[in-house]
């Protein structure tokens, strides 16, 4: 679980274009021994590229839309 209640924690990015600074904040759960967030989508092509290009979106669970993301995340509570 991505956050100290224990609970998942599902993050957004359909509207956003993932900097630098967004997938530091986003990696930081695992350098403090929490599993990552869940991602929704659509990814636009440049976020996907960033985490392809950086090795990290075989770290995180990537969902086609937040709808899936949070149905997943409510099965794995």
Same mark, same amino acid.
């Given at each position: 679980m991505?956050?100290r209640?224990?609970?998942p @924690? @599902? @993050?957004?990015l359909s509207?956003v274009e *993932?900097?630098a600074?967004?997938?530091? /904040?986003? !990696?930081l759960?695992?350098?403090?021994?929490m599993? *990552?967030p869940? #991602?929704?989508g659509p990814?636009?092509?440049?976020t996907r590229?960033? *985490?392809? @290009? +950086?090795? +990290?979106l075989? #770290?995180?669970?990537?969902?086609?839309t !937040?709808r899936?993301a949070? /149905?997943?995340?409510?099965?794995?509570?």
């Open positions: 991505g956050h209640s224990g609970k @924690v @599902v @993050v957004d509207e *993932l900097s600074e967004i997938l530091n /904040a986003l !990696l759960p695992a350098r403090r021994g599993d *990552l869940c #991602l929704a990814l636009s092509s440049a590229r960033r *985490l392809e @290009v +950086t090795g +990290t075989r #770290l995180f669970k990537v969902f086609p !937040l899936d949070m /149905a997943h995340c409510a099965d794995a509570e």
